[in-house]
DNA sequence: TTTTAGTTGTGAATGAATTCACAGGAAAAA
DNA sequence: TTTTTCCTGTGAATTCATTCACAACTAAAA
């Protein structure tokens, strides 16, 4: 019997896996595909079939956040679809800010997705004064200087961080001060935030690291996710 | 006993998680930071410590490639990197090949921590009239006509793939048909490539939405990988 | 109505990854 | 030389994730 037990919150703190959370997001994609074909329910073993997943694997990361499926029917698509957006949050509008208007910031700015699924980016910054002013896709490059007032004026919730390594510790102290509380980096450096602040780091090099491995061992070693 | 095991290769086929894989990026990047900063030796717990492991992982991990410390000392700090350098084979040239010359493309084109890593872009293809014969940082963009000759002339190891979504299963197939074993994809989608060829795909649509997942439920469930 | 086929949701079993714990060894201090 | 301190390498234990297997249920066919 746990503290957290005798509470009366709906949802006690259940542990759900970083793999689980990404295969929601896989679940949508081919939802939305599912729906387009014109198909009103699929089952656990046809999602499973098109994203190489077994049917186990897809009632369990679904079980864990409740029973949308029918016994004998299968689960109804666009109701689970709302169901994983609303759970992954992505059927509400999140503001999102953009520091460092480089080549990678540019390239994100210009990511039409990223709005789709509800990420508005509406501020950027930098600290550059050729490009502070200047014009991007609609929105005007704002001073590094004004970040904390702006992120609190803008309602920020997300943060993406396309700044070099050697400033981007600064940026995310900036952020973690002002209340910011998910950062997206895209700097090749492990940044410290404090535990309730949630950091993801895309790293391509790490990536391109995984091919090189791949291709030099792949004779002798068992290499996990190829396919 | 295996065929496997009958062979006289030295290292016989072992099963290194994913996991492990990135965490000797993880090293190789530490070790670099540690050399520059005069440590001759680190210890296991030292470089947990930096990298919020623990000694053990570190170790367990290491032990899997060999015995590179030693007791009482720890591992000496130029070796080691070297040694992951050579493991992970990023101490040679790879050869990469971008497809896509448009916003993500452009900007990899651009970045300069991949050449640094050994991985020399020196081609980069597109379908759009306007775009081809044009110079972009002293490379050619090249007809994707010519791709399939071009991957063989220039002995291509990587191929990194920025096109629409729409557009990426078919420039795969190329790739895999024209005997490319590793490919990069920046697409959001599910590419289906034989056993024998190592993809790994970055969705930053999919880290935004483990941004918003963890915003809304952080108060009700425990998420892995924050900190 | 009864039977048959199909599918979910979930405890139990299995498998994989991480951590523990300590023997074995190296260096430095006594 | 002997003792103490420190740290690696690794089997065993543990924790975490996936898969199995089946009761419970639905819909459709007989
Ligand atoms: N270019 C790529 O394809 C690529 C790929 C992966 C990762 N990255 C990483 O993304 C980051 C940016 O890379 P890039 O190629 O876009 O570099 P870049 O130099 O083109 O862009 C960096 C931008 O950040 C701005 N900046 C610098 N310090 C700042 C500060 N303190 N506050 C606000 N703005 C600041 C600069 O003025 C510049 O506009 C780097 O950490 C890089 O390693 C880039
Ligand atoms: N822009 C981003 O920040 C970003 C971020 C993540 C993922 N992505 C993904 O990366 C891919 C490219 O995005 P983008 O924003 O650079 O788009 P873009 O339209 O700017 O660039 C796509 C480029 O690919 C070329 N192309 C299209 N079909 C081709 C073909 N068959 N062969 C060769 N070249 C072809 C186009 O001419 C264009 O130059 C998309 O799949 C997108 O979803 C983009």
New interface residues.
């Given amino acids: 019997m746990t503290s957290e037990s005798s509470k009366k ?1 709906p ?8 793999s689980t ?2 295969r ?3 679940y ?2 081919q939802l939305a595909i599912l729906e387009s074909e014109g198909y009103h329910t699929v089952s656990s073993k046809e999602l499973a079939k098109r ?1 190489k997943l077994t049917p186990a694997q897809v009632r369990k990361d679904l079980s864990f956040f409740g029973s949308f499926g029918t016994r004998g029917l299968g689960y109804p698509t666009t109701e689970l679809k709302q169901k994983i957006a609303n ?4 059927d509400k509008l ?1 503001h ?1 800010a953009l520091v460092g208007a480089g ?2 910031g ?3 700015a ?2 039409k ?2 709005a789709k ?3 508005e980016l509406n501020s950027i910054f930098d600290n550059d004064q050729r490009k502070i002013g200047s014009n991007h896709k609609g929105i005007t490059i704002s001073d590094i200087g004004t970040l904390p007032e702006a992120l609190k004026k803008h309602h920020i ?2 943060v993406v961080i396309a700044v070099p390594a050697s400033n981007a510790q600064k940026i995310a102290d900036i952020c973690v001060a002002t209340g910011i ?4 980096n895209f700097a ?1 450096i ?1 940044l410290k ?8 780091t ?17 004779h ?8």
């Fill in positions: 919150h949802t006690p703190t259940r542990r759900i896996s970083e959370i990404h929601l997001s896989v949508y994609r994203e759970i992954l949050g992505i999140w999102v080549n990678i540019s390239a994100l210009s990511y997705e990223f699924q509800g990420f919730e997300i509380k998910a950062i997206l090749p492990n935030v404090p535990s309730d602040v949630v950091l993801r895309v790293n391509m090099s790490m990536e391109m690291e995984y091919l090189s491995f791949y291709l030099c061992n792949r002798n070693i068992d290499v996990p996710g190829k396919g």
